[in-house]
């Protein structure tokens, strides 16, 4: 369970990135997410299957990918989502940008973005 009552932004703020780097998250994942936020509100945790120990937690603000043995530190994080300030075409790509704070994050950023849609659309499937 993420840790702290602080919002994921603020968890993310003080920390030291070893790169930051220009991204974009395809945008029937996060058309996914969205429904998914309307349903379940502004947090959701996701466990990554095959990831050991990691888990995927979204708010509407930051995405981070957090080892929940380690006390829930991040180990990556989408940041500064362009759909935050517009969302005209729904059809687009949502530009934002990626936040490494391991070494390794880069493996993960790949998998959790391939892993990703069918777990949201698994956890819409859910009936409540």
């Known amino acids: ?9 603020a968890r993310l703020e003080n920390l030291p990135v070893l790169a930051r780097r220009e991204d974009a998250i395809e945008a029937a994942i996060y058309n996914l997410w969205r429904r998914l936020r309307l349903r379940e509100g502004a947090h959701v945790e996701l466990a990554l299957p095959g990831l050991k120990e990691m888990q995927l937690v979204m708010e509407d603000a930051a995405w981070a990918v957090v ?3 380690r ?8 940041v500064e989502f362009s759909a935050l300030k517009s969302r005209a075409d729904l059809h687009r790509p949502i530009t934002c940008h990626v936040h490494y704070y391991h070494y390794m994050a880069s493996h993960l950023r790949a998998r959790t973005l391939q892993i990703l849609p069918d777990l949201l659309q698994r956890r819409l499937a859910r009936r409540r």
């Open 1 to 9: 369970m993420f840790a702290g009552n602080r919002t994921l932004l």
């Open 67 to 69: 080892d929940s043995n």
């Open 71 to 78: 006390n829930d530190v991040p180990v990556l994080a989408w």
